[in-house]
Nanobody, 125 residues
Framework: QLQLVESGGGLVQPGGSLRLSCAASGFTLAHYDVGWFRQAPGKEREGVSCIYRLGTFRKYTDSVKGRFTISRDNAKNTVYLQMNSLKPEDTAIYYC??????????????????WGQGTQVTVSS
């Protein structure tokens, strides 16, 4: 059974950092394209960052460029999202998702078939 489990969310002050983890079971995550998405109350789910199984290209939405970094640890079957300089507008539920047919650079939720349950990130003083 393919499963993705996110962890690492929480409450952090503006300017702080969190590292989200997306651990896979039942399949080899290195063979898949993986994305981090977020959804704030009343807003649509948006692509935050995506990493692809081929090459070294990473995609970031403009609002997180220079602050967030996506990475893989294939030995741990895990993808990470390091989030620095967090802002209140980063508050959302963060989801990871995987697919093996994603279009490089698109990073849209409708491309991804396998989803985790989400982890809450709240940035507030």
């Amino acid at each position: 059974q393919l499963q993705l489990v996110e962890s690492g969310g929480g409450l952090v002050q503006p300017g702080g950092s969190l590292r989200l983890s997306c651990a896979a079971s039942g399949f080899t995550l290195a063979h898949y394209d993986v994305g981090w998405f977020r959804q704030a109350p009343g807003k649509e789910r948006e692509g935050v960052s995506c990493i692809y199984r081929l090459g070294t290209f990473r995609k970031y939405t403009d609002s997180v460029k220079g602050r967030f970094t996506i990475s893989r640890d294939n030995a741990k079957n895990t993808v990470y999202l390091q989030m620095n300089s967090l802002k209140p507008e980063d508050t959302a539920i963060y989801y990871c998702a995987a697919d093996n047919l994603a279009i490089i650079g698109r990073c849209q939720a409708d491309e991804y078939d396998y989803w985790g349950q989400g982890t809450q990130v709240t940035v507030s003083s």
